[in-house]
């Protein structure tokens, strides 16, 4: 089997059911906001992140502008910069073209960095892409049939059924991540992050999340660094 | 209600998104996966993810809010036992998880 097609194998397990959870809701939530289903899915295709399409509709239909929307979903997107730039290195090969990371770099979401970074010491540098593509396209095509699905659904999906769908999403991250991750640094990280989080949200539910992965990530570095000169 | 100005206002905020991936790949170009920089941005990329998840399970929105906080703890331990005591079997984890929730809630629902 080609890595491309073990990526694909990677992502039909729980990544799908994440996927297909996650876009159901959101499909659902587009319906109830009389966005069209054509919309809705084509928002999947071209900005391929979910909470910035959960913006973009919220604020749509508060018949916000395109100066107030463009900003809230660009926001919510700014975690893909270090997301990106830790990912595509280790992908780098010769034999593949500078367009292809262009390319792949439109595939990385939250699911796709934390399935395939953690991964990557596992598989051989010239097939990281192949892998990382297989996965991502896998994960993009169901994505797309599950906001499809969850519009025409929407209605028939209980108020309970619902928050039960949208639990798969943390959970996902919580085992894919704690199980994955074997390095120090990057479980100091985890560690410092998962508390963080909530604590900085409380401050300020817009800038909190990134300033407080900021200063836990910074502090999970430094502790690394430290405990490898005095351990 | 639906019309060419909203997909206008998808296209535009893809391209936004796609700023901060594209950026990325452009500076990328100077770091080396075996540089202290490069570790630095994955503590941040590490701590963004699993922040935003706990933030979820402990303040969510949407129908999320509606559920149990005692409940969504409870989905999160038996996940996390049951994926190290499967050996890793993330599917498995995860439904078990959701699952305990779903017959938690259902129990509170009952009672």
Redesign the interface.
Known sequence: MGWFALGARYAM??PA??MVASHI?FGA?AQAN???SA?AV??TV????LP?QFV?VEA?VLGAG?FA???A??FT??????????L???M?HPRHGKPA??AA??L?S?IS??AV?PRCDEIPVSERLSFFLGFSTCCWSIAMVSVAAGYALAGAIP??V???L????????????????RHR??R???????????L???LDPHWG??A???V???A??GL??WLRSHG | ??SAR?????????V??????????M??ER???DS?V???????????????????????S???A??MLSH?LL??AV??IV??ASR?N??L???S??SA??IA?QIQAAA
Do not use: K
């Not at chain 2, 997909?7 to 905020?13: A, K, N, S």
């Open positions: 397990g729980a059911v994440v809701g939530f009389g966005i069209s919309a084509f928002s071209a900005i391929w992140a910035g973009l749509w395109m929307i463009v900003p979903v660009m997107a700014a975690r893909f910069l270090p997301m990106s730039l830790t595509i290195p280790l780098r990371y262009f770099a439109h990385i939250n960095w934390a970074t108020r309970s619902q928050g039960a949208l639990l798969f999403v943390p959970l996902t991250y919580l085992l894919m991540l704690t199980g994955e991750v640094a990057g100091l990280a985890l560690l410092f992050g998962a508390l963080a989080g909530p900085a949200h409380l999340m990134l407080g992965a900021l836990a990530g910074t999970a570095f690394d660094r | 209600m639906d909203l997909w206008g206002v998808i296209v535009i905020c893809a936004a998104t796609y700023l901060w991936r594209g950026l990325g790949v500076f990328s770091i080396r996966p202290a490069f570790a630095w941005v994955g503590c941040v990329a590490y701590a963004i993810i699993l922040g935003l998840t706990t933030r979820i399970v402990l303040m969510p949407g129908a999320l509606e559920t969504r989905a999160c996940g996390l994926y190290f890793r993330l599917l984890g995860t439904l998880g959701v929730f779903a809630a």
